[in-house]
């Protein structure tokens, strides 16, 4: 079984930044994890992806955070990281971080709030 924990979240003024982590544990290993994403989820609104990273280190973004987040990952420390900024209020959401492990296994974390107000 593997955990995936977020952390990170928060409330920040538009413009401001923030950075998510989501570290993984239980029966998995560095080289295990395939791809690794970043997903949200707006209150009355369907879950979308926002970032993706393979273990190539190809990625990918939805076109409203393109320039504004980063996605990485240090795969050594098993732990995924989404860099955001210049939030926007339309970024308020909770974050979901998702690994692809040993090619077939999908996994979610349980979430991250991040509000974006004045």
């Known amino acids: 079984q593997v955990q995936l924990v977020e952390y990170g979240g928060g409330l920040v003024q538009p413009g401001e930044s923030l950075r998510l982590s989501c570290v993984a544990s239980g029966a998995l290993y560095s080289s295990s994890i395939n791809a690794m994403a970043w997903y949200r989820q707006a209150p009355g609104k369907q879950r979308e992806f926002v970032a993706r990273?393979?273990?190539?280190?190809?990625?990918n973004y939805t076109d409203s955070v393109k320039g504004r987040f980063t996605i990485s990952r240090d795969d050594a420390q098993l732990t995924g990281y989404l860099q955001m900024n210049s939030l926007k209020p339309e970024d308020t959401a909770v974050y979901y971080c998702?690994?692809?492990?040993?090619?077939?296994?999908?996994?979610w974390g349980q979430g991250t709030q991040v509000t974006v107000s004045s």
């Open positions: 990273m393979t273990n190539l280190g190809t990625t």
């Open positions: 998702n690994m692809l492990v040993f090619d077939v296994l999908n996994y």
